[in-house]
């Protein structure tokens, strides 16, 4: 069984520009989350997905934003990047929302210039 | 707001020895899990703790989840150089919210 799978590994952008990660769950997962993670600030909770419905949101500005689609993939936007925005964005799957265990993906490694 | 306070940050050990990660919070969860992480690489589930009291056993690992559901332990025997890596814990505020709140992590280094 394929687990959670994040596209791309890696991404290099210039402040000011746009960019959009994927996330394909576990087959079956109906619930996506998704984490940034920094050195300085750990992980932080962004957003919880869940038949397509927003369901959770964290402290983050309105310049982070995402998606579910029909088949439970996901997908998450930064607008405007900065420098700051630069970290290990993770994406994690459950089988429904709100279900106890979560999976985490490779992750993306942003790195803005 | 929840938080999980994870100590030690930092730990560096022999082989052999035995460690304890803490996990403390004034927040009940309903739920607490440990995550496992290497370099550049997502984090890897351990183990879910959901009841107060509870104890579960991982081949070397042992976790624990406090009797109030507010902290939880993680007890490593006779520490192995293929144990290290950073150790995280997070809780679930709630049975219906897939939001995790994360400790900062315990970075463990086991030498040979």
């Known amino acids: 069984k394929a687990g959670v799978t994040q596209t791309p590994r890696y991404l290099i952008k210039t402040r000011g520009q746009q960019v959009t990660l994927s996330c394909s769950p576990i087959s079956g997962h109906r619930s996506v989350s998704w984490y940034q993670q920094t050195p300085g600030q750990g992980l932080q909770f962004l957003f919880e997905y869940f038949s397509e419905t927003q369901r959770n949101k964290g402290n983050f500005p309105g310049r982070f934003s995402g998606r579910q689609f029909s088949n439970s993939r996901s997908e998450m936007n930064v607008s405007t990047l900065e420098l700051g925005d630069s970290a290990l964005y993770l994406c994690?799957?459950?089988?429904?929302?709100?279900?106890?265990?979560?999976?985490f993906g490779q992750g993306t490694r942003l790195t803005v210039v | 707001t929840q938080l999980l306070e994870q100590s030690p940050q930092f730990l560096s050990i022999q082989e052999g020895e035995n460690l304890t990660v803490y996990c403390n919070s004034s927040?009940?969860?309903?739920?607490l899990q440990w995550y496992r992480q290497e370099p550049g690489e997502g984090p890897v589930l351990l183990v879910t703790?959901?009841?107060?009291?509870e104890v579960k056993k991982l081949k070397r690992l042992t976790f624990q989840f406090g009797d109030a559901r507010k902290d939880s332990s993680l007890h490593i025997t006779a520490a192995q150089p293929g144990d290290t890596g950073l150790y995280l814990c997070?809780?679930?505020?709630?049975?219906?919210?897939?939001?995790?709140?994360f400790g900062q992590g315990t970075t463990l280094q086991v030498k040979p």
């Open positions: 997070a809780g679930r505020g709630s049975s219906n919210t897939g939001k995790l709140i």
């Open positions: 994690a799957s459950s089988f429904a929302a709100g279900d106890t265990e979560a999976f």
């Open positions: 927040s009940v969860f309903s739920s």
């Open positions: 703790v959901v009841t107060g009291g």
